[in-house]
């Protein structure tokens, strides 16, 4: 005998951007059930975790403050308060400029705050432990999906059924639900990996997020916590494909020797202290954000290169957008006009993110002398009109 459960939102999915959105819902007042075959890791040092850190963004904190992570997430932020962006555009990657963008120049508040993945990962699973109207399943993923017009039925790989008015499908980059709904998407590859890894350094940052451009790709430093008493901070590293995936393989005093050099010794001698994550960078948008009952959200909507922190953040955006429509109207959660709404908010800001962080991307490959300078001069003058460099901070900010 098939078993059937109701609920109100159904989400695929239990990445970050799916434990956001069920905790977002749940403290709302909605009944969600929420799936993943693959139960989230909690721990730093569990095979598996995942070692990268996310930088919450100002604008976010409202929203999980109102959905109860922020309290107990708080404690183990960095505030970033400044980006500091460097051109390493000189043979043998020597300085050439350096511009600092700071966020008191717009308020009180920081930029943002980071933090490691596992650890949101396991205060957002703490919060749905809390939230009675919140079922969130592992070991279980959605298989198919079957709409019509007044509710959705979804079929789970364990042989039962979920009836819903609305579906999140919150299920990654090459999500199953929205290939089930026949939702196309535009990919564009870069040819390019990013490495994830911490590291302890004896200067400390400040609070200060340091990307730091040469041919290849940025390499980024964001603030951590002390690690141990030292300071402590996140780094990716955006570079060819090959390149990238030696340096993952390569002994740890020789990477460590790669990767003090390729900060421009800014912070000092870098020392490794977490495993070497690598990932493929693409820039991916749906052509759709809606189907029939069916929301995309996050990497499963749209995927852009790590840089300016954009990621996660636009995928908040996108929970942001869904909750005000679902507030709105509780009546329509999941109809058309919900649906055609939350694609036509939220495709502009995608696309407007999605074309900004591919310039950025494309600009910081560059290999030609020429073209570097050109980059160089850009920064300089972006940075120089204080109107103009504002705007790209609360454009950056999502604001
Ligand atoms: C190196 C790197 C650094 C980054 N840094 C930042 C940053 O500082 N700030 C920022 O905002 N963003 C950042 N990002 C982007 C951010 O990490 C992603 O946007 C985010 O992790 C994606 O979350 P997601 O939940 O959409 O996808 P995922 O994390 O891929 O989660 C998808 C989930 O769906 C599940 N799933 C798959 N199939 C099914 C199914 N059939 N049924 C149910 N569930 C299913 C999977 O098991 C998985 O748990 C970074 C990305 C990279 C690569």
């Known amino acids: 005998m098939t078993t059937t459960s109701i609920c109100d939102i159904f989400i695929s999915g239990g990445g970050i951007a799916g434990l956001t959105a069920a905790a977002v819902f749940g403290t709302a007042g909605f009944d969600v059930i929420c799936v993943d075959p693959t139960p989230p890791i909690t721990e730093s040092d569990t095979i598996g975790a995942d070692m990268r850190t996310t930088a919450l963004l100002q604008p976010a904190r409202a929203m999980l403050m109102a959905a109860g992570i922020w309290e107990p997430l708080e404690p183990f932020s960095a505030a970033l308060e400044t980006m500091r962006i460097v051109d390493a555009g000189r ?16 308020s009180e508040s920081p930029f943002g705050w980071n933090f490691p993945n596992w650890r949101l990962k396991r ?42 008015k609305l579906v999140i499908a919150a299920d990654g980059r090459a999500s199953p639900l929205r290939e089930a709904a026949g939702i196309p998407v535009h990919t564009t590859r870069y040819g390019q990996k990013a490495l994830a890894f911490v590291v302890t350094h004896p200067v400390p940052h400040e609070n200060v ?17 002390n690690y141990d008493g030292t300071p402590s901070s996140a780094v990716v590293w955006m570079d060819d494909g090959s390149a990238s995936l030696s340096r993952y393989k390569m002994p740890v005093d020789k990477f460590e020797a790669e990767i003090t050099a390729r900060s421009c010794q ?5 020392t490794l202290k977490s495993k070497r994550s690598i990932w493929p960078i693409i820039s991916q948008r749906a052509e759709r954000l809606n189907g029939v009952r069916l929301a995309l959200l996050a990497e499963a909507a749209h995927v852009v290169p790590p840089i300016g922190a954009q990621g996660l953040n636009m995928s ?12 709105l109207r509780p009546e329509g959660l999941g109809d058309a006009t919900m649906l055609d709404q939350y694609h036509k908010t939220r495709s502009k800001d995608i696309r407007l993110r ?6 950025l991307n494309r600009t910081s490959q560059l290999k030609s002398a020429f073209l570097r300078d050109a ?16 705007k790209l901070m609360r454009l950056g900010l999502g604001v």
Do not use: C
């Not at 050439?96 to 717009?106: G, H, I, P, V, W």
């Not at 997020?209 to 916590?225: A, C, D, M, R």
């Not at 800014?266 to 870098?270: D, I, K, M, N």
């Open 91 to 106: 043979p043998n990657g020597r300085l050439r400029d350096m511009k600092e963008f700071r966020a008191s120049d717009l």
């Open 375 to 390: 980059r160089s001069f850009g920064l300089k003058t972006l940075h120089e009109i204080r109107p103009v460099r504002h």
């Open 209 to 225: 997020s340091t990307e730091i451009h040469k041919t290849g790709g940025p390499f980024t430093l964001v603030p951590l916590p």
């Open 354 to 359: 999605l074309a900004g962080i591919d310039i």
């Open 266 to 270: 800014l912070y000092g001698p870098l």
């Open 316 to 327: 908040l955006s996108d929970t942001q957008e869904l909750l005000n429509l679902a507030k």
């Open 123 to 164: 205060e957002l699973v703490n919060r749905l432990q809390t939230l009675r109207n919140v079922n969130f399943r592992t070991g279980v993923g959605a298989q198919s999906l079957f709409t019509r017009t007044a509710e959705a039925r979804i079929g789970l790989t364990d042989g039962s059924t979920t009836l819903t």
